[in-house]
């Protein structure tokens, strides 16, 4: 596991304790592992991401939007590059597995774009949801919960219904966290049983890809994070929402 993984996933257990300052610090001190990347790696846009969340939990809100936008423009750029991706074939977890994909390569690589594709597309949807969370005090309440039931359809389709992203947006709209910190508990569970599937695959496109979109945060609003939090005060950290 990389030094970024480590550091992202840091983030999120911190999150699930709702330790918000701990969780910035983490996902600030991650900027740097990528500060002169391409534009197509989509690490880097799920690190700019993730830093416009802890900029809004620290206050710093001239930040916010601007590292969304650059995740957004990222993630896109991402998505430009997928019909061309060269996919792998591997052995699977038997020789049968192997010979029958060796048979149609072709279909089975498109098999795997398609994937990558919808994770790029559900990436580039949370953050533009995050550009919205940040940019609450210009929307009414009613339009962030219409949002996040769109964008909730979307993790469905690309993560399955009991996703940590569908929960989490479920929480958002229905203003019910009752699962708020569980959940992120189980995202971090979801990344680390992949990460201890398939080890030493950091220069793999492919997996960079499906990890990079599995560590998107999304950015939780004032509500949620008040539940979430049991007890401790969310207004002591600057949201900048009113969803």
């Known amino acids: 596991m990389s030094d970024w993984t480590q ?27 990528f500060a002169d990347s391409r534009d197509d790696d989509p690490r880097s846009a ?14 710093r809100d001239s930040h916010v939007q601007a590292e969304f936008d650059i995740a957004e423009r990222k993630w896109a750029h991402t998505l430009t590059t ?25 279909a089975f690589a498109d098999i795997h774009r398609r994937k990558y594709d919808a994770r790029c597309r559900t990436s580039v949807a949370i953050a533009r949801f995050n550009i919205l969370v940040a940019d609450a005090k210009r929307f009414p309440t009613q339009n962030i919960r219409i949002q996040a039931q769109k964008l909730e359809s979307l993790t469905t389709d690309t993560y399955g219904q009991n996703s940590p992203e569908s929960r989490l947006l479920s929480a958002i ?24 599937q398939s080890p030493n695959r950091d220069n793999d496109r492919c997996f960079n890809i499906e990890i990079a979109a599995e560590l998107m945060a999304i950015f ?22 009113e969803g």
């Open 7 to 33: 550091l992202t996933i840091a983030g999120f257990r911190h999150l699930s304790n709702a330790e918000y300052e701990q969780a910035a610090f983490c996902w600030l001190r991650a900027v740097d592992f």
């Open 46 to 59: 799920t690190t700019h991401n993730n830093a416009g969340v802890a900029y809004g939990f620290l206050g």
């Open 82 to 106: 997928i019909a061309s991706l060269d996919v792998p074939i591997t052995s699977g977890s038997s020789s049968f597995h192997f010979h029958l994909v060796s048979a149609s390569p072709d």
């Open 173 to 196: 709209s229905k203003k019910s966290g009752s699962a708020a910190s569980s959940l992120y508990r189980d995202k971090i569970a979801r990344v680390e049983r992949k990460l201890g």
């Open 220 to 241: 939780p609003t004032r509500d949620l994070l008040k539940i979430v939090s049991d007890g401790i005060e969310a207004s002591s950290f600057s949201i900048s929402t």
